[in-house]
């Protein structure tokens, strides 16, 4: 307790022993590391200090200083230098074989090679404005962390894990944010291996659920998500070929939810080809399996692209047919939104037919659920429709008397 | 071979005044002399049989021109002529060194390593990366005999080397891993052992593809690291790789060879030499012992296996073991229903057995010596 002199060096205090001060001098010399201070706080537990012990234990301290110095500096010397000196695609390869993850290691390696390859084939592409995978530590890591695990996996026989791993990696490089065309090609890959290892292993994930048809489900996002960019770009061969595919795989995974969308999505894009008697047959399937599903919004949005179908053949009748049912749906469910839009879709039918006053009947419950919900845009939209039908309708009927 | 030494003692008077002569192999005070080139020294008989039969009887007369300062020497087209000599006796010295490290004469092989680095520093100059190979040589063959802190000196000069050329290609950084990696397997030290096969490993991929028999070799020398950690699943799935690489790359010699034995025209004969054929043959060997000691024991592994060291000994020209392994090959691969290996492996028995009743005389089946390039097919050859 007479030691504690806190006017030449730093005081360190001891909770856990006695709450004993010390004055440790040598703390203040050049070169000591919080890695040094985190070392002596932690040992001072072990060390009972007492005014007769202090010479000793200051000894002790010094010597534990040294060391550590010593070995951070070893540490410095090999580990650090390497990851400082060689290129980051080295240490993480480096890193996966020592670890004993080859299959890992080679799978990487081919797709930074064909990443490296795609580049080098295409100079001056969009391609090489991006950052090469190989650069990416981010992503780099996270597909070592997977794969390893997946490997690790394979070798004590878990299957399932090592497709829960897999699958991750696909969901990964499909991600909103992360849509690169070519990890999407990865994403896909990885997910079709798991559909085949998946396929005679018949394991069940954590929810019991078979790992094949969510790996089958993984797959269906992937190819929808990879039709998107041809179907902006007018590119519908490739788009329906990917969303055929993507059809089939929703199919497979058994789940009548994504069937349904897949189906949808499928006559969508017909619809755009222009191919409207195919687009029809994929709605119609899309509208029985919302239908046995119950899945009103799903029911409601194949009827509305129906609709469309059926006004483009110039097919009025049944196009007021599926609009009509629409409507029924939304307001059985209480889709508000969905409603309105319907109304409003049906007075313009009647408008375009010459209708005028079942025009006006329906822009006004499309204008009365759009103030009930508040939806401005709507509202407005309803709004100019109701006037112009008001005003046909009167210009009509004195014509008619 | 069997022409001898001939040896005398050196007579001071005969030399110049001033500057002691040297032992050729240990730089210490030499006593004796080579009595064909005269220019040879060494400090006892033991020093100067053993490089004669290393080295010496091979380059003792190419010597005399290098050695022998002349007028013609001094001049510009002198010199020139005089870098083809020893750019000449480099390649001579690496050679032999190599052939005696492959025929496994490890004491045989250090005089020849030792004068080929000695050569190639007074050609290249003593800094420069392509100095490399050579230590990598002398030290392969110190290896050999165990001289575990010579290895690690010299190799630290090598790794130095490579150090201060970060441009330097990636087969002489996997070369050096390796070596670097065989010394700390021998030292002990199992996590320095690894990083450096890994290292090795990453190279040769990168110089060779993934595919290649060099990578395999990487990846068998880490399964045996692994093996002695104790992690005997990562061996097992290394083998398992190294096996599927050998057997691609095997099938695929075996094919052309069959092709060049139908057309005697094409007179490609691709094989392994005495060494990395002993190479290939124990690293299969040791593969094949593992996956029959394994309690596992998984036949196609073992099939996979022992039709590679069927090919081998097949190219090899040795029927009796390609029959042997075939067979060893043909039962397993009947453990498992449908196995693609089955076919295969009962094609090349039929071959072999066909060969055996009726013996083709000259159908090249019979091992031929080979140019050395041959052998270490994806192997990188330095010439400095």
Redesign the interface.
Known sequence: MSESDSSSGYVIELKEEKQVRVVLEWIQEPGTSAQCWNAARASFSMVTVTPLGHRKFRFQLRRMKESVLEESAQVASKEDISQFRNSLK?NI???M??E?H??S??EL??LLRSDHDRRAAEPGSALQLDVPLEEHREKLETVKLHLSRA?QAE??GSWSVVCEQRLFLGRYFSAPEDQWLRELEEAKQQAELCVRQAEDGGWLDLSGRPLRLRACEALWRIYDTLAAAPLIAANYTEALELLNKGYIMATESEDKHFEGEAAYRLGLAYQLTGDHNTAKKFLNTCMQICGTMQDADGLGKAYKAMAKSMESEGNTDETVHCLEKLVDITRSTGQQDNLADACLCLGNIYYNTHQYSRACEFFLQGFEVACGIGNVDLLQKAQVLLGCARADVKSASPAAQ | MDEQPRVSRILPLAFPRGGDKLCELCQERAHLQCDRCRLTFYCNAEHQQADWVGIHQRICQLLVPIRTPTAFSLQRDGQIEMQLKKAELIEICRSVARRKLSERKHQEAVPAAQFYLRCSIDVLGPSTVQLVPSHLLLAEANMGLGNLSLVAEILSQAEWLVLKSPGCGHAVRQQLHRSLGHLHTATGDLEAA??N???D??FA?EEFG?ESTVTSDG?FL?ADV?AKQG?I??TR??YS?VAHIWHHHLSKLLKTHIESVQNPDVMFEPSYDQGRQAEVDEVLGTMLEFEQDDSRKDPAQVALVAHCLAMLWFLKGDNLKALGFGSVALQASQLIPNHDLTEAVQGLLQLVQSLQTEPHPGSGLSAQPSPEDVLHQDSPSFQP
């Open positions: 080295q390869c480096v890193q074989l020592q004993g080859h299959r290691f080679s390696f081919s490997e070798r004590t | 690894l990083l096969f890994a290292n490993v990453y991929s993934l990846y880490m692994f992690k699943s990562i799935s290394l790789t």
